[in-house]
C-alpha cells in the first residue's frame, strides 16, 4: 500500500535521527581504533597528550549518542597511568584471571560500543519494516507491468525503454535508503541493479527468475528476527522428561493469537519454506474488503517421464475466528482470478482460520469435478493445523500455542 505523504516525511524524519547517530557512533569506533592503537601493551607510566585528547573527544561523542531502549554506553577510555597501575596490581597479585579482568576493563568501552551497533540495527529493523514491505509489494508489481509491457512472445535480445524501468529503479533506490547498514544487501542486488541499469528482455528474464527471489527472500528473512529467541519457559529439557507428565494430546491451534498480518506471514512462511514452491510473494493491489491479500506462488511439480510442471498459485487468506467462507465467497475469488493478466491462475486457494459451509464445500467441489481452472483447494483450520504439526518450530515462532 502506497505511503502518503506524511507517513513519508514522518519515517525520513525518524531515519535521519539513525543516521546522525550512526554517524556519532562511527566516530566513536574510529576514536576508540585509534585510542586503542595508543595504549601500551605493557606496564608503562606517563602522560600522552595525544590520548589525552582523544579520550575528552570520546566524551562528547559518547555524550551525544541517544539511548536505545534506555540504554547507552557509559564505559569511557581509562586513563593510561590508571591502566598501567592496574596490570601492576594484578602481576603482584598472581592470581588467574586477576590479568584478563583488568584486559577486559580496559576493553570495556569497545565492547559498549559494539553492544550499541547491535541494538542500533535492530531497532532500525523495526522501524523500516512495514515501509521495506510495502517496497518489496511495488517492485513485485513493477515486475510484472514490465513483463506485461514485454509483450506475449517477447525476444531476449529486445530492450525496454528506460522509462519503463524507472519505477522498479526507483523503488530499489528507496529500499537501498531503508537499509541503510541495518540489513546487509542480498547476494544477487549488484546484479539486479546491474540488469536494471541495461534494461533488455533478457535482464527482466534474469530478475524475475534469480536476482529478485534472492533478494526479495533475504530481505524479508532479515525484517523478521531470524536471530531472534523464541521465548522457552524452562531451564532444563530434561527435567520435563523426567517429571514423566501426562494428559491429552491437543491439536488445536490458538489463531486469536495472531492478527490479519501474522496469519498471512504465517502462510507466507509455509509456502517460502516448502520445497516446491518457488517466488512466493504478497499481491499488494488485490486487498480484499475483509482487509487481506492475496498471495501468489509458483508451485513446481516434477515428473521422470513428462518433465517439470508449473502452475501459478493464488492464496486468499482469511483470518477469520467466527466466520467461515461460504458459497458468494467463493464465486467472488472465482471472477477476481479471470481479471488477473496472464500467466492464467491454475490453482485458488482459501486459507482460513475459520471452516467452509457445506454449500460452498459442495460448490467448490462440483466446480474441480468439472474440470474448470482454476482448481480450487481448501486449506481451513483443521488442514492447516495439520500441516504445522510437522513443523513445530513454526508454531512456537507464531505463539500458536498460546499460554
Known sequence: ???????????????????????????????????????????????????????????????????????????????????????????ELAEVGAEASVERWVDEPGRELREYRFRLGNTRKALIRDALVSLIDQIDADLRELRALAGADPKPGAQLHADQWAPVREHMKQV????????????????????????????????ERVDWPNVKSTLRKGLYGVNEPVPVRTDDLAALVAARPKGPISTALDWSSLNDEGFERLVFTLISDTPGYENPEWLMQTRAPDR??????????????????????????????????NVAEVATAKEQMALWPAPRVDVLVFATSGRFTADAVAAIEAHNAAGSLPRIEMWAESHLERLLAARPAVIAEFGLRGH
Open 1 to 91: 500500500m502506497p505511503e502518503t505523504i506524511s507517513e513519508a516525511s514522518a519515517i525520513m524524519a525518524a531515519l535521519e535521527q539513525f543516521e546522525a547517530a550512526e554517524a556519532n557512533l562511527l566516530k566513536l569506533e574510529r576514536l576508540w581504533d585509534e585510542i586503542a592503537a595508543i595504549v601500551p601493551t605493557g606496564i608503562g607510566f606517563g602522560k600522552n597528550i595525544e590520548h589525552e585528547d582523544r579520550a575528552r573527544s570520546f566524551e562528547l561523542l559518547l555524550a551525544a549518542l541517544p539511548k536505545i531502549d534506555g540504554w547507552k554506553p557509559t564505559a569511557v577510555p581509562p586513563d593510561l597511568d590508571e591502566i598501567a597501575q592496574s596490570r601492576l596490581d594484578a602481576l
Open 176 to 207: 537501498e535508503v531503508l537499509l541503510g547498514s541495518s540489513v546487509t544487501k542480498p547476494v544477487r542486488w549488484s546484479d539486479m541493479m546491474r540488469h536494471i541499469k541495461f534494461g533488455y528482455v533478457g535482464d527482466l528474464d534474469d530478475i
Open 292 to 325: 487481506g491479500r492475496d498471495l501468489s506462488v509458483i508451485r513446481v511439480s516434477q515428473d521422470e517421464l513428462s518433465g517439470i510442471l508449473r502452475l501459478r498459485v493464488i492464496i486468499q487468506c482469511k483470518h477469520w475466528l467466527s466466520r467461515s467462507v
